[in-house]
């Protein structure tokens, strides 16, 4: 094997051989998950005391590592096409490239709509240096690079996407010339300056890729309005440039996981420094999702739908999980999407894309109009779900009453006011005989018409799934995580097939102090998250952090499933919320009218 090989087929190796996980591996070298995952993929190299590290474990395993590079200062190259070059890549973070692109135009457009400019160009310079790697790989077949590109013109199937020239990242950037055709009246149709070319250049790419239609061509960079540009060409070309750095390559071995998604959250968490705000948007933080995959444990060939999708990263972390649980297995999951919104569609479409996963992903509302359906109009059911739909949502009764696919009126009823517990509703509507669900929702949705008995409809729906023993677990998240709260959110375990142990239980895991203090926005350090989802899965009652409840408990304080109620920590023991200081005054003058109709009693017995 050769040096550059080698590393990532060690790593399978000891993990196959001593059944590790790509998180146990990265704890027992002493590096992060996500190392391990670059260092698999090809994506960087081991230095020289992680690769004595890997050597040791190797001897461990019983693994030949004597073709193991004992440093890695002489790689220079890169497989899949990369070009010799005498500088290394740098380590500088993609954000850094994100953010310095855009301020380039800063001012041209308002802080919430940067991404709608910034992300197509991103998706556009990774489509570009991948048709690089790949002319790359073929030139080593045919022999010249060259060669290559003029087989590839007339046989367009042997890369996933082609690029014309003018769509090329090398042209854009000016880099390479090129010479524009001329029109039918024998004028040129070279573009006046770089927005006029970027918008031929994705007009171009989406010809040649139909499918590629509606996602990348998504803004028109030319576009004007009273007689000036959206965006002034100068300052484009400024973001052109950002792009064009060699130390920000996002060719098949340079990125990381997850990347466009990973871009997009680190942009949303910019404009909410930089506003105090959100732009509106809502997102499900990185470490959230791969909570959700953690606890779901998705198993090769499953059926996953997310209703909710936004840009698509829960179904990524579902794969990216399925290959860490499962590296040598070939069969992916089967995934499903819908969203509402055009914009997060589009970065859903690119992720995707990205990530070579075969997603169906579909534009609509999954509450009016879902649409996945089967082949006799009922709803499509899957082995998981998975989703962060809005939260206390507004929906019109209607909705409910006059539902086609039967989703409330036989799950508990139909709910009033806040939509929370209506998309559970969905959720468990399109869960197959044994499927399980994780969804995020207001914390508010536990507890909201405890005590009132039977006058509150949404309190109701909760005591049906309990009654039914759906819910396997509830989550409490720390404050501060997502981009458009501060409040902290839950995650719903659903399961239609509980284990024999779980049966007449419901998981209460109270999280809310396992965060790392960020500004402006808390995170979930990886270390925590491997360690929820192990507490998770054990289900072992740990001080202070995890409760198993009996459902007949959950009955005495009128269906509360708050962990917060169930697990106490310490330093909660003074600190209660109103909410729930409010629901035990209810109760107790509850029970005092009850005392008070006995004693009444009574002293009418006794009177006569």
């Not at 950037?173 to 070319?197: M, N, Q």
Request: aromatic content about 6%.
């Amino acid at each position: 094997m050769t040096s550059l090989e080698s590393v990532p087929e060690v790593l399978r190796a000891i993990r196959a051989n001593l059944d590790l996980t790509q998180v146990e591996l990265a704890e027992r070298l002493g590096v992060s998950f996500a190392t391990v995952n670059r260092w698999e993929g090809g994506g960087n190299q081991p230095q020289k005391a992680a690769m004595a590290k890997i050597a040791a474990l190797a001897d461990e395993a019983s693994v030949d590592a004597t073709d193991l590079p004992t440093t890695t200062a002489a790689v220079v190259t890169r497989k899949r096409g990369r070009q010799a070059s005498g500088t290394a890549p740098t380590t500088k973070p993609m954000e850094q490239m994100l953010w310095d692109a855009a301020c380039s135009i800063r001012g041209e457009k308002d802080a919430p709509r940067f991404k709608d400019y910034l992300l197509p160009l991103l998706f556009l310079k990774r489509l570009s240096d991948v048709f690089d790697d790949e002319i790359g790989r073929l030139a080593e077949d045919y022999g010249d690079r060259d060669v290559a590109l003029e087989i590839t013109e007339s046989d367009h199937e042997l890369v996933r996407f082609y690029l014309p020239p003018e769509a090329r990242w090398a042209v854009i950037s000016g880099r390479i010339k090129y010479e524009w055709p001329l029109d039918d009246r024998g004028r040129s149709t070279a573009p006046k300056d770089v927005g006029e070319h970027l918008t031929k250049a994705v007009r171009a790419v989406v010809r040649h890729n139909p499918g590629l239609a509606g996602v990348i061509d998504v803004v028109d960079f030319a576009a004007e309005r009273n007689g000036e540009r959206d965006i002034n060409p100068a300052k484009l070309r400024g973001v052109v440039e950002t792009f064009s750095d060699p130390r920000y390559r996002l060719g098949l071995a340079d990125v990381q996981p997850d990347f466009l998604g990973r871009a997009y959250e680190y942009l949303l968490r910019k404009f909410a420094e930089g506003s105090g705000q959100s732009a509106g948007e809502f997102f499900t933080p990185t470490e959230v999702g791969l909570l959700m995959a953690r606890i779901l444990r998705p198993k090769p060939g499953e059926t996953c739908h997310d209703y909710a999708c936004g840009s698509g990263g829960l179904l990524i972390k579902l794969q990216l999980v399925a290959r860490e649980l499962d590296p040598t297995s070939k069969v992916p999951l089967k995934m499903f999407g819908q969203e509402l919104q055009a914009e997060s569609y589009a970065v859903a479409q690119m992720n995707t894309i990205i990530h070579d996963m075969d997603v169906d992903l579909r534009r609509g509302d999954t509450m009016i109009n879902p649409k996945f359906r089967d082949a006799a109009g009922a709803l499509r059911r899957y082995d998981i779900v998975i989703a962060n739909p809005m939260w206390n949502q507004p929906f019109s009764p209607d909705i409910f009453d006059d539902d086609p696919f039967d989703r409330f009126t036989k799950a508990g009823g139909v709910t009033s006011g806040k939509g929370d517990w209506a998309w559970l509703q969905h959720t468990l509507s399109v869960l197959s005989d044994g499927g399980r669900a994780a969804v995020v929702l207001d914390t508010g949705a536990l507890t909201r018409g405890s005590g009132s008995k039977n006058e509150d409809k949404e309190r109701n729906i909760r005591k049906w799934f309990v009654d039914q023993d759906l819910v396997e677990g509830v989550i409490l998240l720390p404050d501060n995580l997502f981009y458009n709260t501060t409040a902290a959110g839950v995650i719903v375990v659903l399961s239609k097939r509980k284990s024999a142990a779980r049966k007449g239980n419901v998981l209460m895991l109270n999280a809310s102090q396992r965060f790392t203090k960020g500004k402006p926005k808390n995170h979930l350090a990886e270390a925590d998250i491997v360690d929820l989802a192990r507490m998770y899965s054990t289900a072992d009652a740990v001080e202070g952090e995890l409760a198993v409840v009996d459902t007949a408990d959950l009955v005495d304080v009128d269906y509360n499933l708050s962990p917060a109620r169930w697990v106490r920590r310490a330093a909660d023991t003074e600190q209660r919320s109103i909410t729930e200081l409010l629901q035990d005054l209810m109760a107790l003058d509850e029970r005092a009218v009850k005392i008070n109709e006995a004693v009444c009693r009574l002293v009418k017995q006794v009177a006569q």
